[in-house]
C-alpha cells in the first residue's frame, strides 16, 4: 500500500474513500439542513449531488475507465456544489441581525461558514483520483 502511494499509484483507494466520504459528509449535511427544516430549496442540492459521486466512485474502485470519465464529472459537480454552499452560508451570515458586524456572534450562531468546504474538498479527493495511476 505504501509503495503504491509513494509512487502515486493510489487511485481505486482514493475512489472508494470518495464514495465513503461523501456518504459520511452527506449523512451530516442531511442532518444539519433536516434542523433548519430545508429552508432554502438550495439546501436539497448537496443530497441530490451525493448519490452520482457514490455510484462513480464505487465504480472508479472497479473500473479504470469509470474513475478517468464519470468520477471526476461528479466530483466537479460535488465541488460546485460545496462552493454555492459556501456562498449561501456566508450569505446567511449576513442576513443574521447584525450580519458581520456581530461576526463573534453570527458565525457561531448562524450556518457553520466552512461546512461546505469539507463539502467541496471531498470533491476534489473524487478529481484526484482520477488524476492518479491505478494500483497494482
Known amino acids: 500500500m505504501v509503495r503504491n502511494v509513494e509512487h502515486g499509484r ?3 483507494s482514493l475512489s472508494g474513500l470518495t464514495a465513503f466520504s461523501a456518504l459520511v459528509v452527506a449523512a451530516e449535511v442531511y442532518y444539519e439542513h433536516y434542523r433548519g427544516s430545508f429552508g432554502n430549496k438550495f439546501m436539497w442540492s448537496p443530497i441530490i449531488a451525493t448519490p452520482p459521486v457514490v455510484v462513480a466512485g464505487i465504480a472508479g474502485v ?11 464529472v461528479a466530483s466537479a459537480a460535488y465541488v460546485a456544489t460545496g462552493l454555492s454552499g459556501l456562498y449561501f452560508h456566508f450569505r446567511g451570515v449576513a442576513r443574521k441581525p447584525g450580519g458581520w458586524s456581530e461576526a ?4 457561531v ?3 457553520p461558514v466552512m461546512a461546505p468546504l469539507l463539502f467541496s474538498m471531498v470533491g476534489g479527493m473524487g478529481i484526484l483520483a482520477a488524476l492518479l495511476r491505478r494500483e497494482k
Do not use: C, D, I, Q
Not at 472497479?62 to 471526476?72: Q, V, W
Not at 463573534?104 to 458565525?107: D, H
Open 104 to 107: 463573534a456572534y453570527n458565525v
Open 62 to 72: 472497479r473500473s479504470r475507465r469509470a474513475a478517468k470519465t464519470a468520477l471526476p
Open 109 to 111: 450562531m448562524g450556518p
Open 10 to 12: 493510489f487511485e481505486r
